[in-house]
């Protein structure tokens, strides 16, 4: 069985700081981790993935994630937030490539404080 | 490319009443989702289809059915809806390891 922890609802940063956003994961198997992005009244986008290719991951908008497996987290960075970084941002993982597989977080809410 | 579109926007029902969301995708992917997020809950899958044809159970399908009409389309059908189901409905489609999500639908059931 796969789950995945997102630590914190909420995060606030200065605009200018880095954003460290948490995802710890369980899986049986070897997973494919994801993680999206959601702004308001939209659907989710997704900003990066990973699937068993190099451990640190560069996704769009200079977000990146690395995948530690001894430690079994993803967490996504980016070294410098920015205004429209503010949203809600969601890890999943998969233990496979299709089906009902697919496990979502909680979510984690992105301020960024002017 | 419209990619995922979802109808409608928005909709109010009362307990009791039934309606269908409906779902479509023009990127010739085989699968496709259900979704419902609630505050505090992230996304929770509630049908999930493989191909056309077929159609399985997710997290938290009681009260939902579905219709996967063709390749492109997938319905999600309530009943007779109860306040419970007071959500945000979001409908996916598949590519190896990465899904494609729509607008959403939000729904109040009063």
């Known amino acids: 069985a796969q789950s995945v922890t997102q630590l914190g609802s909420h995060v606030s940063v200065s605009e200018g700081a880095l954003v460290l956003l948490r995802c710890n994961y369980s899986s049986s198997v070897p997973p494919y981790l994801f993680w999206y992005v959601q702004y308001p009244n939209q659907g989710l986008q997704l900003l990066l993935k990973?699937?068993?290719?190099?451990?640190l991951v560069k996704g769009i908008n200079g977000f990146e994630a690395e995948f530690k497996k001894s430690e079994t987290s993803f967490h996504l960075t980016k070294p410098s937030a920015h205004m429209s970084d503010a949203a809600e941002y969601f890890c999943?993982?998969?233990?496979?490539?299709?089906?009902?597989?697919?496990?979502f977080g909680t979510g984690t809410s992105l301020t960024v404080i002017p | 490319n419209a990619g995922v579109t979802q109808t409608p926007k928005f909709q109010v029902l009362k307990t009791g009443q039934s309606m269908t969301l409906q779902c479509a995708q023009d990127?010739?992917?085989?699968?496709m989702y259900w979704y419902r997020q609630d505050p505090g809950m992230g996304l929770r899958l509630i049908y999930y289809s493989a191909s056309e044809g077929t159609t399985d159970k997710g997290e938290v399908p009681n009260g939902y059915n579905v219709s996967r009409l063709n390749k492109r389309e997938f319905s999600l059908r309530l009943e007779s809806a109860a306040p419970s189901q007071t959500s945000v409905y979001f409908c996916?489609?598949?590519?190896?390891?990465?899904?494609?999500f729509g607008p959403g639908t939000r729904l109040t059931v009063t």
């Open positions: 990127m010739n992917h085989n699968s």
């Open positions: 999943a993982v998969s233990a496979g490539l299709t089906g009902n597989q697919f496990y």
């Open positions: 990973y699937t068993s290719a190099a451990t």
């Open positions: 996916a489609s598949s590519v190896g390891a990465q899904q494609y």
